[in-house]
Nanobody, 116 residues
Framework: QVQLVESGGTLVQPGGSLRLSCAAS????????MRWYRQAPGKEREFVAD????????NYADSIKGRFTISRDNAKNTVYLQMNSLKPEDTAVYYC?????????WGQGTQVTVSS
C-alpha cells in the first residue's frame, strides 16, 4: 500500500533553516509528481511546492518562493523540502502528497514551529 512518511520537523528560531524529508513506498515513486502542503492552526491546508516525476518542473507558492527548495531523489524514493530564512508564519504541519490515479495520498505530517 502507498505510504508517505514525513520527518525533519522541529522547533527552529526565525531566520533558521530546516530540511524536511518524505519517504515514499508502495508505488513507483519515479512515475509521479510529488507535492508539499502545509496547514497552520485554524487555517486550511495550502499548497507549498511540487516537483515533476524527474524533477524537471517545479512550482512554488508565492509565500515561500526564494526561501524554500523542493527536490527529489528517485533512487531513495524520497522528496525533500529545504526551508531557509524561516518566519513565524511558516509554523505549520507539513505534509507530502502523491496523486496516483486521481487519488490523493498523504503522510501523517511533521510539525514545524518557528519561534524565538
Amino acid at each position: 500500500q502507498v505510504q508517505l512518511v514525513e520527518s525533519g520537523g522541529t522547533l527552529v528560531q526565525p531566520g533558521g533553516s530546516l530540511r524536511l524529508s518524505c519517504a515514499a513506498s508502495g508505488f513507483t515513486f519515479s512515475s509521479y509528481a510529488m507535492r508539499w502542503y502545509r496547514q497552520a492552526p485554524g487555517k486550511e491546508r495550502e499548497f507549498v511546492a511540487d516537483i515533476s516525476r524527474l524533477g524537471g518542473t517545479i512550482n512554488y507558492a508565492d509565500s515561500i518562493k526564494g526561501r524554500f527548495t523542493i527536490s527529489r531523489d528517485n533512487a531513495k524514493n524520497t522528496v525533500y523540502l529545504q526551508m531557509n530564512s524561516l518566519k513565524p508564519e511558516d509554523t505549520a504541519v507539513y505534509y507530502c502528497n502523491a496523486r496516483i490515479f486521481m487519488v490523493d495520498y498523504w503522510g501523517q505530517g511533521t510539525q514545524v514551529t518557528v519561534s524565538s
